[in-house]
Structures are given as C-alpha cells and as structure tokens.
C-alpha cells in the first residue's frame, strides 16, 4: 500500500499478469490505476485505511477495493483498532456499494477475536475477508520448514474465519508455493502474495515467481465425495 513508484508498480502489474495472477493489488493512486489499466487487463484492486482515498482510483477505473495491507503502519508502530476498521468499512460499502470490497483482519487480534471481528466486517457489508500475520511469525528454520513457519499466523486465522462466515476468505501474508495447498486446505478461497513478487528487482525473476505461485495453487487437488 506503500508502493508509489509508477515503475515498480507497473513490472509488478506486468509479472502478475504474465505469470498467471488473477488480480493485481496496488495502492489507491489515480496515477497507478491508469497505468495498471494500460498494462493489463486483470482487475485492478485499490488498498487504503480510508474510504475517501478510494474515490480517485475508482474514477480512475479501480474494479476492487480492500482495506488492509497494515504491515507498512506496524512498521510505524501504527494499529488500526477493530472499531476504527468497521467504521472505514462501513463507510466504503456505503460509499461504493457496486465494487467487491475486501477488508484484513489484523493479525495482532487474538485468534477468537479475529474470528469474531470477521463476523462483524461480514455484517456491515465485506464482501471477502483477508488474514494476515506472516510480518508476526518469526522462523525457527530454514529451508521448507520455515517457510511453514513462516504462514503459521494466517493459516491459523484462514482456518477458523472461513469456518465463522459465509463469505469468501483470501489467505494472504507469509505463503509461498510450499504452503499455498495448505492455504486452500485450510479453507481460502483465494491467496495473496505481495513481498514473495515485490521485494525482486529482476522482472523474469518476479514472473517466475507468480508462475511458480499459479502453479502450486493449481496442483491443489480437488476433493470430491466417493
């Protein structure tokens, strides 16, 4: 949500279109929604932590919103309280009742009050719900080990939101292609990668990145009743 410069933004638009993304998630900058829109025909979804920021980008053509992306204010020492959240989500809806709004749940929320919180972001017009919490996780291991130490945080709050409310849940923050499955298993309907593409200098390394993301995401395999 931090991310400003017209340059990343577009290698990053342009690896999540030419690796296999579905979406791309950018900041809400009227700028950046044009230049996106130019480099891809994916929805563009616009992040913010408050509901007037939206208002540019989606006169700019943004076809999603989300309010989350929190990990460049906990770097600050910033947390948005539930009550703070509920009222920027609440006021969105009311204000771009038309366009998919997706809100993050904050991962320094105990577990229950995750869940919690989450029924009360569906209730007042969410439509998908976000976890978060791999900037919380702190590895023991390398290798695929840590990696699955790594998505702890959100695998655990995926697991019991998606059992709480009826709308859809994206697993996001901390993933890879190691715990992707477990994402889906867990019960996302959805995942989302944004350090894992963005933090790469080299675009063929980006693209080969959300490639090797599409691809385990693909390999989930589908569960049918005997």
Do not use: W
Request: some cysteine.
């Amino acid at each position: 949500m931090n991310n400003f410069d017209p340059q990343l933004t577009a290698k990053v638009v342009q690896s999540a279109d030419l690796g296999g993304a579905d979406y791309v998630d950018i900041a809400a900058d009227a700028h950046l929604v044009a230049i996106a829109k130019q480099l891809t025909k994916l929805p563009i979804c616009v992040s913010a932590v408050s509901a007037t920021a939206f208002v540019e980008p989606v006169k700019a053509g943004a076809d999603l919103l989300e309010v989350g992306n929190y990990d460049s204010f906990y770097a600050q020492g910033v947390q948005f309280s539930p009550a703070a959240i509920l009222e920027i989500t609440a006021t969105t809806k009311q204000m771009f009742p038309d366009l998919p709004l997706t809100v993050t749940v904050p991962h320094y929320l105990p577990l229950d009050q995750q869940v919690s919180f989450a029924e009360e972001l569906e209730q007042v017009g969410a439509d998908l719900i976000q976890t978060e919490g791999g900037t919380s996780s702190q590895p023991q291991h390398s290798g695929t080990m840590g990696l699955m130490e790594k998505a702890v945080p959100t695998l655990a709050a995926c697991y019991e939101i998606s059992r709480a409310v009826r709308i859809p849940v994206i697993c996001a923050s901390g993933l890879s292609s190691v715990t992707i499955p477990l994402a889906i298993a867990s019960g996302a309907k959805g995942v989302g990668v944004g350090s894992a593409v963005n933090q790469l200098q080299d675009q063929v390394a980006m693209i080969a990145t959300v490639r090797s993301l599409r691809q385990a995401l693909n390999s989930v395999p589908t569960l049918t009743n005997p």
